[in-house]
């Protein structure tokens, strides 16, 4: 007896249990209409042509991200192909907005189709990189001054005062073996707002270097600059002696930086006397001027009525990276 009272226990509580989860999953179904309903996309609503009627957000948000990794593509920089001498210019890429299509998608009316949203992913290496850079644009009263670093050491407090003094941001081109020895002056530098940029890793002459040497010159001189700074350098290449070739130029632009000259030399190494500096910056000053410079005496002389003289014609001096913008 106690046995059979026992079973229709279990019958019962089967029962119930059968009950409860046949009337949980009516609820939980129709619970899911009613969210489609409240929270889904409209009837009719099509994206890039196919329904996504009654999709809920989450379940929008994953199509999306799916068909992002279809339509996206990546951006192909410019390059230089030394077998043919030959430039193939840069591609933009193409990335997909999926918050805003989502969005769009939701807020679709019935019968509605939406277009991924989608946006430009520029190159970081273009054409131009593979030409050397002799000025900035012309559009505007901007230009940079550009100072190289291989020695003068014993100028730069003063010169970075005044820099400073006139609220200033130069653009300094490193040498290698210069940083080796002074790496606190580079920090400075940085740290007071000025770019760092390269100027090879030695003092050699790149027109007699193989691409291999020229590769080396511009990247252990970035490393080395990035050990000292905590970060990547700018990208910009200022060649010793001011020697390019078409060799210089494309392997300067496959590793992503540009090739930097100047639109007035200072010829401030033969130390010539203040007012012979200043007047050659002043008689050829012109929008998007690049100004080049070296720590020397008569450098530090002339700086501070170079800048007086400039701003007073309305110029305003940034970095070389800002002037090329």
């Known amino acids: 007896m106690n046995l059979i009272v026992l079973e229709r226990s279990k019958i ?114 273009g054409k131009d990189y593979f030409s050397p850079i002799f000025q900035g644009p012309s559009t505007h009263k901007a230009a ?31 040498d290698g073996d210069w940083v080796k020895k002074f790496p606190n002056f580079v920090r400075q530098i940085f740290k007071e707002g000025h770019e760092v940029a390269n100027h090879g ?42 020697e390019f070739n078409e060799q210089i130029v494309a392997v300067a632009g496959n590793l992503g930086y540009r090739t930097i000259m100047w639109t007035i030399d200072t010829i401030d190494w033969k130390r010539p006397a203040p007012e012979v500096i200043f007047r050659r910056v002043i008689d050829k000053i012109k929008p998007g001027a690049i100004i080049l410079m070296h720590p020397t005496v008569p450098t530090v002389v002339a700086l501070e009525e170079i800048i007086k003289a400039l701003k007073s014609q309305g110029y305003s001096l940034v970095t070389v990276s800002e002037l090329l913008k």
Not at 43 to 62: C, D, I, N, W, Y
Not at 109 to 117: D, K, P, R, T, Y
Not at 145 to 155: F, K, S
């Open 12 to 125: 019962y509580k089967f029962i119930c249990w059968f009950l409860l989860a046949v009337l949980s999953a009516g609820v939980a179904s129709r619970w899911t209409d009613t969210r489609r309903a409240l929270f889904g996309v409209r009837k009719g609503v099509t994206l890039e042509g196919e329904s996504m009627a009654r999709l809920l957000p989450e379940e929008v948000g994953k199509v999306v991200t799916e068909l992002a990794k279809l339509y996206s593509i990546e951006p192909r920089n410019a390059g230089y192909f030394s077998e043919t001498g030959e430039v193939i210019p840069e591609q933009d890429g193409r990335g997909v907005d999926i918050e805003t299509t989502v969005a769009r998608v939701l807020k679709a009316a019935s019968g509605e189709n939406v277009n991924l949203v989608t946006y430009a992913i520029p190159a970081t290496v």
């Open 144 to 174: 940079s001054l550009t100072i190289n670093v291989a020695w003068g050491e014993e100028e730069l407090p003063e010169l970075l005062a005044i820099l400073k003094q006139y609220g200033v941001k130069a653009t300094f081109f490193f």
């Open 201 to 242: 890793l030695y003092h050699g002459h790149p027109v007699q270097m193989g691409r291999d040497e020229l590769k080396r010159l511009i990247l252990e001189n970035s490393q080395l600059l990035k050990e000292v700074i905590g970060r990547e350098p700018a990208k910009l290449f200022a060649p010793p002696y001011g």
